[in-house]
């Protein structure tokens, strides 16, 4: 028999094992991307005291375009959301996705805006 791969849990699998090596602080915190089939939404979490700092999503009224293009939006609200807050670096952590497509244009978008990942 067969048994059928479950792409999400590989997919957490392999953020479980990457999480061991990344941690964000106050002043770099760690940018956790989330991809679902239709969104994206990237958050600043500083591990330490276990808070979000900051949040986007594809889910806000003023992001449109073809999926990587909205990822690339939301990073650069990221950005100036965490520019508002006085963060200028942060750790990506890509949530166990490939570094391609949406995941990446999300990056080059924070990075455009003027975060240092």
């Known amino acids: 028999m067969i048994k059928k791969v479950n792409r999400n ?8 094992r990457a999480r061991t090596n990344i941690a964000g602080t106050a002043q770099s915190p760690r940018l956790n991307v989330f991809r679902s089939n239709k969104n994206i939404s990237a958050q600043l979490i500083d591990d330490e005291a276990g808070v979000t700092l900051a949040s986007a999503s594809s ?5 449109s375009g073809t999926k990587v293009e909205q990822a690339k939006q939301v ?17 990506y952590d890509r949530g166990g996705y490939l570094y391609h497509g949406r995941v990446k244009a999300l990056a080059e978008g924070a ?7």
């Open 9 to 16: 849990k590989m997919r957490q699998k392999r953020h479980l």
């Open 59 to 63: 889910f806000e009224e003023n992001i």
């Open 75 to 91: 990073g650069k609200l990221i950005a100036e959301r965490a520019e508002t807050i006085g963060v200028k670096t942060a750790v």
């Open 111 to 117: 990075r455009e805006q003027g975060l240092e990942i």
